[in-house]
C-alpha cells in the first residue's frame, strides 16, 4: 500500500497497535486489540469507555468553548474509530471470512471470461495480483498497470506460468502521475477495448509528501489517480456488452465524514492514516456519483477486509505479529473483487454499491455522523473535475 514503495505506520488507528502509547482520539482500537478475552468482553469494555469517558486530562478546559467542541470532535472520532475496529475483530478478519463465505454462492464464479477485457491497478502485488490470477484461471483478458517494471514483469511471469493465459499485457504507470494517467488512458483507448477496470492501486504514506506536481502523494494516488484513469476511460468502457467499474475501497472510510475543505491536508496535523481513510471515503463517494450519472455503465466500492498482502508484513510488522493469525489470505481479500469483476450476481446488484463479502454494506456505522450532503458530494465532483482539467494534455 505504500505510495512510496514502503507504507510508514501512521500515528493513527487503521489498524496501528505499535502506536498504542500514544494518549490519541483514536488509541482504543489498539486497547482493545490488546485483550484477549472473548469478544463480547471486548464490547463491555469498549461501551464502558465510550464517549463521555475521554482518558483523564485529555483537553481539559472547564469553559473552555472551543476546547469543548474539540474534545466533542475526540470523542466522536474515538467513537468511530472504537466501533470501526471491534467490527473489524468480528468481520475483517479471516473468521469474518470463514463464516461470511459460507453463504457464497460457488457457481457464482463459476464463469469463463474468455473474450472479456480487465484492467487491474496495482496488480504486482496483494489484492491486484490475487484478482488478476482468478480473472487469468478463467480466460480473461488482462492489462496489469504497474508502476514497477521489475515487480510487474515478475507478477506477469508468475500469472502467466500458474494460468496457462498468454493474454496479458503489461502498462507501466505511475497512478500519483496525473499528466501521465491522461496520456496513457488516451492512447490505450485507441488501442484496446475494455469491459472491467478494477482501481486496486492504493497507498497510505505518513509523512506529507508532495509528488513531481505538488500534489499530496495518498491524494494524487488514491483519489486523484482514481478518478482520471475512471474518468478518461468511461467512453471506453460504454462501448461494451456488461461494463464495469471496481474501486478497492476500505472499510477504514468509515471513520471519515467526507472533508472537501482541505483535499491535499495543507490545514491539518498531518496524520496518514486518516487522509488515507478520507481518501477511501472520497472513492466511496465517487462511486456512488458516477453509479447516478452513467447509468449504463455498473459500478461498485467495495473492502477487502484485513487481507495479509507485503505491504502489511513490511511495514506493520508489530500489527502483522499480533493479528498475523487473523489475517486474511489475500485471495480471500481479492473475492469480493473477482465476484464484483465477474459474476452475474453482480451485475444484478444496484449500481453504486459498497460491497463487503460479496454482500452490499452500509457506508456508516451507526451513530458515526459520517454522512454528507449533497452538495458536499457535488463539490467533490466539482473539484476533481477542475484540478484533473488542469493535468489533461492539450
Ligand atoms: N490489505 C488490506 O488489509 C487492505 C484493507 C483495506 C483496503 N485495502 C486496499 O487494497 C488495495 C491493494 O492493497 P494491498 O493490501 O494488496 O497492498 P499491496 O500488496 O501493497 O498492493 C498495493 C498495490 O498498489 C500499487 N501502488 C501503490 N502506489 C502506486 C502508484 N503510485 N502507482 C501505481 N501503483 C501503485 C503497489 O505497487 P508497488 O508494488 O509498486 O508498491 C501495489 O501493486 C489498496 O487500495 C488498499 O488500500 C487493503
Known amino acids: 500500500m505504500g505510495c512510496g514503495d514502503t507504507w510508514v505506520p501512521a ?19 489498539t ?22 469517558r475521554l482518558p483523564a486530562g485529555r483537553l481539559f478546559n472547564p469553559g ?9 470532535r475526540g470523542a466522536m472520532s474515538w467513537y468511530r474509530n472504537t466501533v470501526w475496529f471491534l467490527t473489524g475483530l468480528r468481520e475483517y478478519t479471516r473468521s469474518g471470512y470463514d463464516s461470511a463465505s459460507k453463504h457464497f454462492v460457488p457457481a457464482d464464479l463459476e464463469v469463463n471470461v474468455t473474450g472479456r477485457s480487465f484492467m487491474i491497478t496495482g496488480a504486482n502485488s496483494g489484492i491486484g495480483k490475487a484478482t488478476a490470477m482468478e480473472i487469468a484461471k478463467r480466460g480473461g483478458t488482462l492489462h496489469l498497470v504497474c508502476r514497477n517494471k521489475e515487480r510487474a514483469e515478475e507478477a506477469k511471469r508468475e500469472i502467466t506460468t ?21 496520456e496513457f488512458a488516451e492512447k490505450f483507448k485507441t488501442e484496446h477495448k475494455l469491459n472491467v477496470l478494477i482501481n486496486n492501486a492504493g497507498c497510505m504514506v ?30 471506453l468502457l460504454a462501448n461494451e456488452d456488461d461494463p464495469r467499474v471496481i474501486i478497492v475501497s476500505s472499510g477504514g472510510m468509515l471513520v471519515q465524514k467526507l472533508d472537501v475543505s482541505d483535499l491535499q491536508s495543507e490545514n491539518v496535523t498531518f496524520d496518514g492514516t486518516m487522509v488515507y481513510a478520507q481518501n477511501k471515503r472520497q472513492q466511496v463517494v465517487l462511486t456512488e456519483q458516477w453509479a447516478k ?30 493479528m498475523k493469525n487473523k489475517l486474511r489470505t489475500e485471495a480471500q481479500g481479492a473475492d469480493t473483487v473477482v465476484w464484483l469483476a465477474i459474476s452475474p450476481a453482480a451485475a444484478k446488484q444496484t449500481s453504486g454499491l459498497f460491497f463487503q463479502d460479496r454482500h452490499p454494506v452500509s457506508t456508516h456505522l451507526l451513530l458515526a455522523r459520517t454522512y454528507s450532503s449533497p452538495e458536499e ?12 482539467q488542469k493535468f489533461k494534455p492539450a
Open 162 to 182: 500458474e494460468t496457462g493465459n498468454q493474454n496479458i499485457f503489461l502498462h507501466i504507470l505511475d497512478m500519483s502521475n496525473p499528466k501521465r494517467i491522461w
Open 11 to 29: 500515528r493513527g488507528s487503521l489498524p496501528h497497535p505499535a502506536h498504542s502509547t500514544q494518549l490519541s482520539a483514536t488509541s482504543a482500537p
Open 64 to 72: 473552555g468553548g472551543a476546547v469543548l467542541t474539540q474534545r466533542r
Open 206 to 235: 505518513n509523512r506529507r509528501e508532495l509528488t513531481e506536481d505538488g500534489l499530496e502523494k495518498n491524494f494524487a494516488t488514491n483519489t486523484l489517480g482514481t478518478y482520471i484513469l475512471t474518468t478518461a476511460l468511461l467512453p
Open 377 to 388: 458530494e457535488e463539490k467533490l465532483i466539482e473539484a476533481l473535475e477542475e484540478l484533473s
Open 31 to 52: 486497547a482493545a486489540l490488546q485483550h484477549t478475552g472473548p469478544r463480547r468482553q471486548l464490547w463491555v469494555r469498549a461501551r464502558r469507555s465510550l464517549p463521555g
Open 293 to 322: 450519472v452513467h447509468k449504463n455503465i455498473h459500478f461498485s466500492a467495495m473492502h477487502p477486509g484485513w487481507a495479509d498482502t507485503p505491504a502489511v508484513r513490511s511495514a506493520m510488522p508489530e500489527f502483522y505479529e499480533k
